[in-house]
């Protein structure tokens, strides 16, 4: 069965340091991913989506991902954070076949002044 | 555009009474979606839609109905509210085959 598992539940960076938020999926066929944050208090906003193509993807607000198969990962980075990225951040997939986004359990983001 | 949005924001529930939840959005998106958050539990799907007078079951569908009587409206009911039902609802919507979901803001539900 399909799965996403986000390892890290809180990471605390400091601002303008950078930032790497890892993602591991488990499923057989071609994925599509996706990241998506949260701010508090709010919905869920797209960051960036990776469909095929070229495996480093870049989104809004800074934010890139790199999709490596052979670790079935999809890990998020930012090369300096603000302190308006305090959030939490989702990693999802989904494909033609499942039809529906499958969602990790999030990392909480804090960040330190 | 008001995108997605949820009705009401709020609510307190007492065991055993029903309520509804509304999703409206305004982006003529044919599919729409019911998730609840839970802390250390990221999103899970309840029920979906894939366009009006559809329904489909997710991954966590007991307790919970729907309709989709209009394609802009989604309803999701608790015909016996249970405490453990006390979460964040989540609505989204989106285009067939599009994959990216726009989300409404949530509905906090507290059943005592």
């Known amino acids: 069965a399909q799965s996403v598992t986000q390892p890290d539940i809180h990471i605390t960076v400091s601002e303008g340091a950078s930032l790497e938020l890892r993602c591991n999926y488990s499923?057989?066929?071609?994925?599509?991913l996706f990241w998506y944050v949260q701010s508090p208090g709010q919905g869920l906003q797209l960051l960036l989506k990776?469909?095929?193509?070229?495996?480093l993807v870049q989104g809004i607000k800074g934010f890139e991902a790199e999709f490596k198969r052979s670790q079935s990962s999809f890990n998020l980075r930012k090369p300096s954070v603000h302190w308006s990225d305090a959030a939490e951040y989702f990693c999802?997939?989904?494909?033609?076949?499942?039809?529906?986004?499958?969602f990790g359990t999030g990392t909480r983001l804090l960040v330190s002044p | 555009n008001a995108g997605v949005t949820q009705t009401p924001k709020f609510r307190v529930l007492k065991t055993g009474q029903s309520m509804t939840l509304l999703c409206a959005q305004d982006?003529?998106?044919?599919?729409m979606y019911w998730y609840r958050q839970d802390p250390g539990m990221g999103l899970r799907l309840i029920h979906y839609?894939?366009?009006?007078?559809?329904?489909a079951k997710g991954e966590v569908p007991d307790g919970y109905n729907v309709s989709r009587l209009k394609k802009q409206n989604f309803l999701l009911g608790l015909e016996s509210a249970a405490p453990s039902q006390t979460s964040v609802y989540f609505c989204?919507?989106?285009?067939?085959?599009?994959?990216?979901?726009?989300f409404g803001p949530g509905t906090r539900l507290t059943v005592t």
């Open positions: 989204a919507s989106s285009y067939p085959g599009s994959y990216e979901q726009y």
């Open positions: 499923y057989g066929a071609t994925p599509y």
């Open positions: 990776y469909f095929s193509g070229d495996t």
């Open positions: 999802a997939v989904s494909s033609p076949l499942l039809q529906k986004l499958v």
């Open positions: 982006m003529n998106h044919e599919y």
């Open positions: 839609s894939v366009g009006e007078g559809t329904t």
